[in-house]
């Protein structure tokens, strides 16, 4: 069975910075594209950070919102991975959700989601 499991959310203060950690089991992600999506509160899902693969190279891109800030990476050991948050502003604050193997438009897989609140 393929699980996503997200881990590292938490309260922090604005400027402050978290990690977020994304395990997978069940089987390999190696080479095979992963992103970080957000939910605020009445809001729609929100695309965070994301990883791609062209061979053996691996390719990030970022929502705007995020950029400079965020740094998305991954450990094709440990099938884990991480989005460093530095910076955070309390307009961060949302449940963080990975995903993992994009096929036709949507990703296959998505974990339960970890908590983020900054505050101000």
């Known amino acids: 069975q393929v699980q996503l499991v997200e881990s590292g959310g938490g309260l922090v203060q604005a400027g402050g910075s978290l990690r977020l950690s994304c395990a997978a089991s069940?089987?390999?992600?190696?080479?095979?594209?992963m992103a970080w999506f957000r939910q605020a509160p009445g809001k729609e899902r929100e695309f965070v950070a994301g990883v791609s693969w062209s061979g053996s190279a691996m390719f990030t891109y970022y929502g705007d919102s995020v950029k400079g800030r965020f740094t998305v990476s991954r450990d094709v050991a440990k099938n884990t991975m991480y989005l460093q948050m530095n910076s955070l502003k309390p307009e961060d604050t949302a449940v963080y959700y990975c995903?993992?193997?994009?096929?036709?438009?949507?990703?296959?897989?998505w974990g339960q989601g970890t908590q983020v609140t900054v505050s101000s």
């Open positions: 995903a993992a193997e994009y096929r036709s438009g949507s990703y296959n897989y």
């Open positions: 069940g089987r390999t992600f190696s080479g095979v594209a």
